[in-house]
């Protein structure tokens, strides 16, 4: 079965070659937005697994096997997620699925992911229906998005939280996500002046911004595709919003986003769930700023860091799975992966730590706050 390829990839392993055959490899299956509205965000998010992966290609493989991505695309359509899991999982040689986007997408898929009993590691949402409770094939690495509309809620209410509006899009990962921030009403004893649904798939902004001009609101908190956001965005500096504050959600933490945005960008507040790209004082991000200067890359972007962290847990996990005879399957993986205990993906002392156990799929609870400042990095 023939499969289009992000590219051939391999890992780093210490382990005896002799019981493998030559040319052995793991597949490892992804379907992903590789066009359409979250294409940007997704070709970051790639790039930083691939960067990671790349560098371990030279060290020669886990015991012997080389990795490789296949990958899809869905066109951020969950119709097309769900079909492209089920030629995936038809592979015997695809031992996971890895590092999917959207949560509408990944609620499509759970049901192969339980008749296939294969692992999806690290999926690029932070649906709460993800992490509770416990999916025993989902194994999340990014903390939640209500941690993180929860983190924006509370500073831009710091002047009165009454003052915030939220606009989000009408479907699971919309609804899920401005959970945190209503959290924040609620301790408040208020509720949102504005609270306005987006259309998916033709997002219309025009009801939004009219009532957040009308309320004299002084921020917003917009969730939606980076595409979607961008627009909104736009429209509301046209709008009479030219001195609302904008915060946004970390699914949009990517450069393409910032660049649809243009004049627009500066000042808009975008939630973190990794350290910041240009702290090199945390291992992993020297370590990606290194890999990332090699080829020529001059900035990082958290989406990015994303992909490199995924990529750090999923060679974790894939190194303590071939520990033994180097034969990893589905079902030594997810083991291998319940057994990580304080695994350090930072690459040293002051690196980042995951834990996973049987009960507990969560990874990392890290949220952080980042404006984008004129030149179009993310500053924090």
Same mark, same amino acid.
């Given at each position: ?29 992804? #379907? ?11 070709? +970051? ?13 030279? +060290? ?30 038809? +592979? ?17 898929? =759970? ?46 209410? =710091? ?18 996500? =401005? ?22 798939? *033709? %997002? ?6 009219? *009532? ?13 595709? %980076? ?6 965005? *736009? ?11 904008? !915060? ?7 450069? !393409? ?8 960008? #500066? ?27 090699? *080829? ?7 989406? =990015? ?40 993906? !930072? !690459? ?19 949220? +952080? ?12």
């Amino acid at each position: 079965m023939q499969y289009p390829k992000f590219g051939t990839l391999v890992l780093s392993a210490f382990l005896s070659l002799s019981s493998l055959p030559a040319g052995a490899e793991i597949r490892i299956g992804q #379907t992903t937005g590789i066009t359409g509205p979250v294409a940007a965000s997704v070709a +970051d998010i790639n790039l930083g697994a691939k960067l990671y992966l790349d560098d371990v290609n030279a +060290d020669g493989g886990i015991a012997g096997q080389s990795i490789d991505l296949v990958t899809l695309d869905d066109k951020n359509q969950p119709d097309l997620s769900l079909e492209n899991a089920k030629k995936l999982v038809a +592979d015997s040689r695809v031992v996971a699925l890895f590092l999917n986007r959207g949560t509408p997408h990944t609620q499509a898929i =759970m049901p192969v992911l339980e008749e296939a009993r294969i692992v999806l590691l690290a999926p690029s949402s932070g649906a709460m229906v993800l992490h509770q409770p416990v999916n025993p094939w989902i194994f999340n690495v990014r903390t939640t998005y209500q941690a993180e509309s929860e983190r924006l809620a509370r500073h831009l209410g =710091m002047t009165g939280i009454e003052q915030v509006g939220l606009c989000y899009v009408n479907d699971s990962f919309g609804t899920d996500a =401005m959970q945190g921030a209503l959290k924040v009403f609620k301790a408040a004893g208020k509720t949102p002046a504005v609270s306005e649904p987006i259309d998916k798939t *033709k %997002p219309d902004y025009t009801t939004c911004i009219k *009532k957040l001009v009308e309320k004299k609101q002084l921020a917003v908190i917009m969730i939606g595709s %980076p595409v979607s956001v961008a627009a909104g965005i *736009k429209a509301l500096r046209i709008g009479g919003g030219s001195s609302i504050t904008v !915060g946004t959600l970390s699914n949009n933490a990517s450069t !393409g986003f910032v660049n649809d945005l243009g004049r627009d960008r #500066t000042g808009v507040i975008v939630s973190q769930v990794f350290p910041s790209e240009r702290h090199l004082a945390t291992p992993m991000i020297a370590e990606a700023s290194r890999l990332a200067a090699a *080829k020529g890359i001059k900035e990082l972007t958290p989406a =990015m860091i994303e992909g490199y962290a995924a990529a750090k847990v999923l060679v974790a996990g894939l190194r303590k799975a071939a520990e033994g005879n180097g034969q990893i399957t589905r079902a030594s993986f997810k083991r291998a992966l319940e057994a990580l205990n304080h695994a350090n993906i !930072g !690459g040293g002392v002051g690196g980042v730590e995951l834990t996973y156990g049987p009960n507990d799929h969560s990874g990392l609870a890290y949220v +952080d706050l980042s404006f984008i400042s004129d030149d179009g990095t993310f500053r924090r």
